[in-house]
């Protein structure tokens, strides 16, 4: 084994040590001396450039344009939604100078975009004629962080913003709805992370927001990870910044408003949900290398291997895949194995002599290990097939996974007991009340993560409150989160 | 006419107020309550998506990744190389504050990333194996300005940023022209825009560079614009950041380093250079709408024509246009066309009751105004081919116009009358001493926008210094510029 593949920590020992080791040596991600931001290397960004192609297209196909707001928010434009300001002042970096120059009104590094877009808004919008307003943004924000996490936690981050404006309250839940099934069936089908979508409790909303919708990852420690999240903002902004439309009927009203975003966050939630002790394991889709061909040969096969396995990666590649040849010298075949399983290649393709001689290859798959000889005429077919069974098998590896860990205890004993065990997601009634959400969390740490849309709302049985044991009026998912 | 045509100044008698009126009306970008910072709004930021969709994949064909770097710069990394901070700190924004919190260390928001990437690459690199080292990164920088203009001037800006280490000088300045050519062939090609490319004077090279090359393109107002740079930083920032790799003869070395950039100003060059009194003219390329079906009908009709304009424009769809079926009801079809023409949409296809009859559609050329009945069977092979003849006679009309306002005055006094007049590149003589292009600025504001690389270098003779009469070093090109 590489010296590189020992120095990572085992999963089962320090799964928090494991995912730093994995970002850094998978080469997704360094550190900086700004404190709590970091560089996302090329190789983690290409997983982002994956991610926004795929997600670009989804948010272009669901009607919305793209365009790009300024860094800046005057500080008098934040202050003007009160639960707003108060939810992200604390963590706002206040540009105060420029140059030499004292500024009169200091300006605040986006914590999110609402209130600049709120003001601009105001002035684009007059007549029912120009709803609904559909525009997304990709960009930098900044929330300072205390403790940070690469991709999970970091004071700067890049993201999506949705920020929309409808004519009634009805067409803007239908958005907050329609972003959140976009956002689900993206990690499923893209991602291969399955995940529960569902309404958050008034206390872990987003600030300013009427209504926060999620969707939650659980992930290889049993701890939820919130991947996305969708805001029925109501009127709150619109009042505040005064976006007002004439309607059809002559009068003048206020807009309905939804924002939404996803972020960098969720190549931490890949590397959580998919990786093992040996690395990075990425689904085929989001992989910046999909198949890797590894030549192995002595002084005398060496010429022949290496023209070979420079043809079989050309013809992967004119088969779609994204191929990398690795004919580094100076390190071994082991090693490079070692190397690409590290950086999580979904196919290795082994070519050696006595491959050559039998006319076939060997494929490796990443994510089960399998090793398996493969005809050299079959090998494009066979390695394109394979990319999609890998995908559906990451997804239903880590849906079984997932569906073994959520549990329904029965009563406090045994939540805190599973809560203190393996984690997961533990399904418990509960009877609304903000005193029992706060005793779950001070017992156990685990908060509400979302109350899923089916079931949540309907007038199904749903037990009793697993604190007070009044009758529930929610089925909700608890969990420790990141 | 409508309104909106009637609104805009006319090029020949305020160009200035024409640009403005152009930007805003085919809502390209507006103003913002943030000093000096625009919002690109989404029909400009689709021409943005464009630029970058293509220029990306040039910057990867040359074998450079794309990788993210924070947006702020501590204090201590911006000051380490002095001519660069000299350069940059008059304009820079300072975070000295988060949330309540004073700072220990104020942060520079990046008005570029020389420095803290150079901070990260004495880390990263360590052996000749490590170089070359070849990312780029997109991203929002800012610039504190004084006087700003949408796209072309402004405190924010979108751009990319390339940033280079290599074991020699020879093939850093390789990679220089390497860019400064990907520069001149995207902007020539793409946007449709003839550039010279050359060397900048010292006075006017980037801060911290031992060399700046840049592309320069000729506006409709016979200014100059300066569309994209490209660095020979030498050592400058490796010996600040201490950059150095063990070389093959196991010698310690400093790495040779070059940065390269263009930004979202591009498409303040696409309009001043193709738009004329009746608004933005787009090269089909960045068109975010290559072709506009207007159906015209009355009531008897309608149903038939707008059934065949929706199958035309699925058709042009389908071709591999990017096609707008404009059915709005309310508005007539001559406000329509307006509409089109003021947003540059390359070719519109006009379709009523006659033509349905005669078993044809009308084609209308954006660049020329040119009207022709193109054979209904033909329209999807004609509209395609199209695209590429407008493309190239952008390109080809830019360039002819541009070569006829490029001229070589034969002394001072012509040199300034030309200045006074029409404008245009200058094509003079220079005895390469600071004295002489200072005398030139003041007489006549115009700069040296470069020296050509073909000519600029070979011992030709070059004739006298159009300021001293000297033997001149140089013949440079003079214009006053943005």
Not at 293 to 322: C, F, H, M, N, Q
Request: proline share 5%; net charge negative; hydrophobic share 40%.
């Amino acid at each position: 084994m590489s010296e590189e593949v020992k120095d990572i920590t085992k999963r089962s020992v320090d799964f928090s040590q494991w995912y730093i080791d994995v970002v850094r040596k998978a080469d997704l991600a360094d550190y900086t001396p700004v404190r709590g931001c970091m560089v996302i290397k090329p190789y983690g960004y290409a997983i982002w450039e994956a991610i926004q192609r795929e997600l670009d297209r989804r948010i272009k196909e669901t009607g919305h344009v793209n365009a790009y707001f300024p860094l800046f928010v005057p500080e008098s434009l934040l202050m003007k939604e009160a639960e707003h300001v108060e939810g992200f002042a604390p963590e706002v970096p206040w540009v105060t100078q420029v140059g030499e120059e004292k500024l009169e009104e200091r300006l605040a590094i986006r914590p999110t975009s609402e209130a600049i877009i709120g003001h601009l808004y105001a002035d684009w919008i007059q007549s029912y004629r120009d709803l609904p307003l559909l525009i997304n943004q990709w960009a930098n924000v900044v929330r300072w962080e205390k403790r940070t996490r690469p991709f999970l936690r970091t004071s700067e981050f890049l993201w999506q913003e949705g920020h929309t404006c409808h004519a009634t309250h009805e067409e803007a839940l239908e958005e907050v709805l329609r972003m959140l099934d976009v956002y689900r069936s993206f990690a499923e089908e893209f991602l291969g992370v399955p995940v529960v979508a569902g309404l958050k409790s008034d206390s872990e909303k987003f600030a300013g927001a009427v209504d926060t919708y999620a969707i939650e990852a659980l992930m290889g420690d049993g701890k939820a990870l919130q991947m996305g999240t969708s805001h029925d903002l109501g009127q709150n902004f619109a009042k505040a910044f005064g976006i007002k439309f004439l309607d059809q009927d002559n009068t003048e009203k206020f807009v309905w408003q939804t924002s939404w975003g996803v972020s960098t966050r969720l190549i931490g939630g890949l590397v959580m949900v998919h990786g093992d002790d040996r690395g990075l394991v990425l689904p085929p889709t989001v992989a910046p290398i999909q198949a890797v061909v590894v030549p192995i040969y002595r002084d005398a096969t060496k010429e022949k291997v290496l023209a070979e396995a420079a043809a079989l990666a050309g013809e992967l590649s004119a088969g779609g895949l994204r191929v990398k040849l690795d004919d580094r010298e100076g390190v071994s075949p082991g090693w490079k194995f070692n190397d690409w399983e590290m950086r999580g290649v979904p196919l290795r393709v082994e070519l050696g002599p006595k491959d050559i001689e039998a006319g076939q290859v060997t494929f490796v798959r990443r994510d089960t290990g399998e090793k398996s000889p493969v005809p050299r005429g079959e090998a494009v077919s066979r390695a394109g097939a394979l990319m999609g069974q890998m995908q559906a098998a990451l997804l239903e590896r880590a849906r079984s996974w997932r569906d073994s860990m959520t549990r329904r205890p029965a009563d406090m004993s045994k939540f805190k007991a599973a809560c203190e065990g393996q984690g997961g997601f533990l399904v418990a009634g509960w009877c609304g009340s903000p005193a029992c959400e706060a005793a779950v969390k001070e017992e156990t740490t685990a908060t509400i993560r979302c109350i899923p849309l089916e079931g949540g709302k309907a007038g199904k049985d749903k037990g009793v409150c697993v604190v007070c044991g009044a009758p529930a009026k929610h089925s909700a998912w608890f969990a420790r989160a990141y």
